[in-house]
């Protein structure tokens, strides 16, 4: 499994920015994907997650109410939209893909995910 992000860039407070993140393979719309992200001198952090059917979502608080994930299975890809960028939003941002098919629960974690992309870095000036 290949995942490969893309669609960062420098943008100013208040602006939005779409990732996406196209995965390789032919089981992309049985498993959970996530987004992470890893700021300069900070560890990874999570961001982002949607089930294998787009129908459960989950945000960490930073984000919520200004990001929204979303996927398309025929696609196999999966988006994150970002609005009202904020300047600590700059960080590597990364899609995951989770270990286990048809996962329920909400994957917080980055131990559950076990495919990762290359990343993209999102710089958001103030």
């Known amino acids: 499994v290949q995942l490969q992000a893309s669609g960062g860039g420098l943008v100013q407070a208040g602006d939005s920015l779409r990732l996406s993140c196209v995965a390789s393979g032919r089981t992309f719309s049985s498993y959970t994907m996530g987004w992470f992200r890893q700021a300069p001198g900070k560890e990874r952090e999570f961001v982002a997650t949607i089930n294998y059917s787009g129908a459960r979502t989950y945000y960490a608080d930073s984000v919520k109410g200004r990001f929204t994930i979303s996927r398309d299975n025929a696609k196999n890809t999966v988006y994150l939209q970002m609005n009202s960028l904020k300047p600590e939003d700059t960080a590597v941002y990364y899609c995951?893909?989770?270990?286990?098919?048809?996962?329920?629960?909400?994957?917080?974690?980055?131990?559950?995910?076990?495919?990762w992309g290359q990343g993209t870095l999102v710089t958001v000036s103030s």
């Open positions: 995951a893909r989770g270990s286990q098919s048809y996962g329920t629960s909400p994957y917080t974690r980055a131990d559950l995910y076990g495919y």
